[in-house]
């Protein structure tokens, strides 16, 4: 029984390695692109396979390179983080109602891998979501991510020195090309992202805040503004039927 148990976690494993691939494949640019922007924002090798390791969320790490550019504290970049990523707690508690039952130590472990794309991976797949699933499928996106950050880095240590310089605009490149299919697809990411984009201006030009606490400011206020403008909104339509 003990054989076969075994048996049953490694083809679990091995499913979950092979729907891995894809997210493995599809992070491969983005953290390559990390880790070069890494090494222009001054961080060395170390500092950034590092913070893949520890951090492991591609649109944190890439807030927290402009905010360390600003020179910006490590509360602030810290408190940003945690609201950027805010939606994994969402994420988790779903999740878990699909994922076997297991020790809470395995839970743990594996859920620090859960990213968007892992967990649309794991939330579609038939039946109950094994720990082995988990394991197979959450190794090959955090080996990848790791990985190509640090390759990344070195690639971007091999660049001429102005190339390196230059490679800052690409920051902000990243941002828009991660902001427009958004936009496009809704028009409350639109107002959402405008409003932030106003708040931010007031606070950094007027000298109201220093620029790490103006972007989480801005943040909190346009998304609650917008939240409760949503609900204003149904109870409107709701009250009109």
């Known amino acids: 029984m003990e054989n076969i148990a075994v048996g049953k976690e490694l083809s679990e494993l091995k499913k979950g390695l092979q729907a ?3 997210i493995g494949i599809g992070y ?9 922007l890494a090494k222009t924002s001054g961080l060395s090798i170390y500092e950034t396979i590092l913070m893949s390791l520890l951090v492991f969320a591609g649109a944190s790490q890439y807030i927290s390179l402009s905010l360390i ?4 504290g490590i509360f602030e ?8 990523n805010i939606r994994h707690f969402l994420m988790s ?3 878990n109602e699909k994922c076997e039952d297991d020790h809470l130590t ?20 038939e039946g109950t979501v094994t720990t082995g699933f988990m394991f197979g499928l959450v190794s090959v996106a955090y080996s990848s991510w790791v990985v190509f950050s640090g390759i990344g880095h070195l690639i971007g240590a091999s660049l001429p020195q102005t190339l390196q310089e230059s490679m ?9 090309g991660l902001l427009v299919p958004s936009m ?5 990411v639109v107002f959402l992202a405008s409003l932030s984009a106003i708040f931010n201006c007031i606070f950094t030009f007027g000298n109201l805040l220093a620029p790490g606490w103006a972007i989480v400011l801005a943040t909190i206020l346009s998304a609650v503004i917008i939240e409760v403008v949503e609900v204003v909104k149904k109870r409107h339509k709701g009250g009109s039927l």
Do not use: H, R
């Open 20 to 22: 891995g691939m894809s």
């Open 28 to 36: 491969f640019p983005i953290a390559l692109t990390f880790g070069l």
């Open 69 to 72: 550019a600003f020179g910006t």
């Open 77 to 84: 970049i810290i408190l940003t983080t945690f609201i950027v």
């Open 93 to 95: 508690t779903s999740l």
């Open 106 to 125: 395995n839970k743990l472990i594996y859920s620090f891998g859960i990213t968007d794309e892992t967990f649309s991976v794991a939330a579609t797949k």
């Open 168 to 176: 800052g605009v690409a920051l902000y490149a990243m941002f828009i």
């Open 184 to 188: 496009k697809k809704s028009m409350k």
